[in-house]
T-cell receptor, first 113, second 114 residues
């Protein structure tokens, strides 16, 4: 069974630039999550999708972050413009449904200079 | 507001000995707890879980204990092996919530030395 796929693995940008991350969840998983993990901290939920609808984006900085999950399959997370404090690993996860075990991708390491 | 706390950022244990990783939580609505393991440059992988209706769950060398009155859980690894060296995250969720948000602790770096 293929796992959660994410790209790119690494990204280095300058502040005020924009960046986008892509995620393809495990086939058949209805719930998709984007987490931000800052060095030394645990993953923090940014946004949760159920199929192609947003069910929780309360911790997403909406002035600069956006995410979509068209057709209820893969998803993109965008940051525009990036700030220094956005440097983190961005993890995508999926699960068959809410309240079920999460499967994580390998993440995208973002460095904002 | 850290609802799940792992107060030990690191733990070093000799191979063959027991590793005990601790986790505390503050939200009494949490009813399901999970441990994830993370190697460098990889995403977290699920290790073991426990429901609040139990106080112990065992899977091979890994056992998780839950003390609801103390809002405390621990992960025991016996015997520890060098391949267990990783960051371990404790996570909790309220399954009664429609949102199903998983809250993570900051992680504990376990190092198992030969």
């Amino acid at each position: 069974e293929a796992g959660v796929a994410q790209s790119p693995r690494y990204k280095i940008i300058e502040k005020r630039q924009s960046v986008a991350f892509w995620c393809n969840p495990i086939s058949g998983h209805a719930t998709l999550y984007w987490y931000q993990q800052i060095l030394g901290q645990g993953p923090k939920l940014l946004i949760q999708f159920q199929n192609n609808g947003v069910v929780d984006d309360s911790q997403l900085p909406k002035d600069r972050f956006s995410a979509e999950r068209l057709k209820g399959v893969d998803s993109t997370l965008k940051i525009q413009p990036a700030k220094l404090e956005d440097s983190a690993v961005y993890l995508c996860a999926s699960s068959p449904g809410p309240n079920e075990k999460l499967f994580f991708g390998s993440g995208t390491q973002l460095s904002v200079l | 507001d850290q609802q799940v706390k792992q107060n030990s950022p690191s733990l070093s244990v000799q191979e063959g000995r027991i590793s005990i990783l601790n986790c505390d939580y503050t939200n009494s609505m949490f009813d399901y707890f999970l441990w994830y393991k993370k190697y460098p440059a990889e995403g977290p992988t699920f290790l073991i879980s426990i429901s609040s209706i139990k106080d112990k769950n065992e899977d091979g060398r890994f056992t998780v204990f839950l003390n609801k009155s103390a809002k405390h859980l621990s992960l025991h690894i016996v015997p520890s092996q060098p391949g267990d060296s990783a960051v371990y995250f404790c996570a909790a969720i309220s399954r009664g919530s429609t949102l199903g948000r998983l809250y993570f602790g900051r992680g504990t770096q376990l190092t198992v030395w030969p």
